[in-house]
């Protein structure tokens, strides 16, 4: 048989399956309660909606353009729809500032492969979001700690990027309702990481897929605002802002965007027909007919029901968690971070929960880029009843008791 091995690229080495995506196949099994995968409540999801938009395309006449290629920069009545959306939220653009990709997860790789050279810097949270490391690896970087970084100069930044062999090129930001931790970062702290961009001349990707998931508290303006009140025009930021349907209307359709400064968004053109040629131009059309009459309700709507199943798994783990360990409180999102008492691992944790406690979750070591964080791990209340919520979470609660006692 052909060694595959000694013909692979070498960045062919560093592919991982992902914990997630490995943690999903349980979904199917009805005797784990699931925690692990960030997905949405396929319950909510705007299906009629969607079964009317597909039946009017084709009942006025536009199947044969839905079925067709389409331009790259994806289907101009969404990039309209979008920048309309981006404006809302103080990011005033054009359709030019606009390329529709295939999920957000198509934007960070595209964005990998647009800025890493072999040995070059990406500065990401600790921990921060698996997929954005699974994106970023096929391009060989190394990472550095973004945050925190308050009293380590610019300059300490760089000179490490040029000892490992590289330069700084980007920092990787999830500012709202983060994946895994569920953190919001306050206006300062991006103020703060603007200022280290500008200092170290790199970009910045602000990872947005949760940024209407909002439950609580006043939103902060984001990144690529701050960065257009700074410099007066979105074609002079260094932020991109990587955006998703996948939360809000549907993961399946597989649609998301990058809005960012004509001229980087001219060169993710010209990745993406060397890529895919354009997004599904028929899943395009229908987003667009359902965002148009229905973004705003559907957003309502499945806020009001992951606010209640995320305050009954806070209630839960405040009942059920023994000494020893603490949790995050999200303002949205869909994830709470576990930290277990020091020395516990999570992923040994977890073989033991699916043979006994039968609950399953995602092991925190997976979203450091060094492998660290053991002790912790991430709990989704986004898929789970309320029902779910209580027992699970008493499950958990007692077998992280039995553990520690015998530790």
């Known amino acids: 048989m052909l060694d595959w091995e000694h013909i692979f690229a070498t960045r062919s080495a560093r592919m991982r ?8 196949k349980l979904l199917d099994r009805p005797d784990i309660i699931s925690f692990a995968g960030g997905i949405p409540d396929p319950a ?10 597909y039946a009017a395309l084709f009942a006025e006449g536009a199947g044969r353009s839905a079925l067709q290629y389409s331009v790259s920069e994806g289907y101009a009545p969404l990039r309209a729809w979008i920048a309309g959306q981006m404006a809302a939220i103080g990011i005033p653009c054009t359709i030019d500032n606009i390329i529709v990709t295939s999920g957000s997860q198509q934007a960070l790789d595209y964005l990998g492969k647009l800025f890493l050279s072999p040995g070059d810097t990406a500065l990401v949270g600790w921990p921060t979001y698996l997929g954005a490391l699974q994106a ?5 970087p190394v990472y550095d700690r973004l945050i ?3 009293n380590r100069p610019a300059a300490d930044f760089a000179t490490t990027a040029r000892e490992r062999g590289g330069a700084v090129k980007f920092a990787y930001v999830s500012a709202d309702f983060a ?4 953190e919001t970062l306050d206006r300062t702290t991006r103020e703060r990481i603007l200022d280290l961009a500008e200092e170290l001349d790199i970009a910045v990707i602000e990872d947005a897929a949760y940024q209407s998931l909002r439950y609580d508290g006043e939103p902060v303006p984001p990144l690529l605002a701050l960065d257009i009140a700074r410099t007066g025009h979105i074609d002079r930021t260094r932020t991109l802002y990587c955006g998703s349907f996948s939360k809000t209307l549907s993961p399946g359709l597989r649609l998301g965007w990058i809005c960012a400064a004509a001229p980087v968004v001219s060169k993710l053109v010209l990745m993406k027909q060397a890529a895919d040629l354009n997004s599904s131009t028929i899943n395009q059309m229908a987003i667009a007919r359902v965002a148009e009459t229905g973004f705003a309700a559907q957003v309502d709507r499945i806020r009001k029901v992951y606010r209640a199943r995320r305050d009954r798994m806070l209630a839960a783990l405040e009942a059920h968690m023994p000494a020893g360990c603490r949790w995050s409180k999200p303002d949205g999102g869909m994830f709470i971070w576990v930290e277990l008492p020091e020395g516990m691992d999570g992923a040994e944790l977890l073989a033991r929960s699916l043979q006994s406690a039968k609950v399953a979750f995602v092991p925190g070591g997976a979203f450091f880029a060094d492998g660290t964080g053991r002790n912790t791990l991430r709990l ?3 898929c789970a009843s309320e029902a779910m919520i209580d027992d699970g979470i008493a499950r958990l609660g007692r077998l992280i008791g039995e553990v520690a006692a015998a530790a």
């Open 17 to 24: 399956a992902s914990e997630i995506r490995e943690l999903l």
């Open 44 to 53: 909510l999801f705007p299906d009629a909606e969607f079964a009317a938009a």
């Open 136 to 140: 970023f690896n096929a391009y060989e």
């Open 148 to 150: 925190p970084f308050a």
């Open 179 to 182: 994946n895994p931790t569920g």
């Open 380 to 382: 989704s209340f986004s």
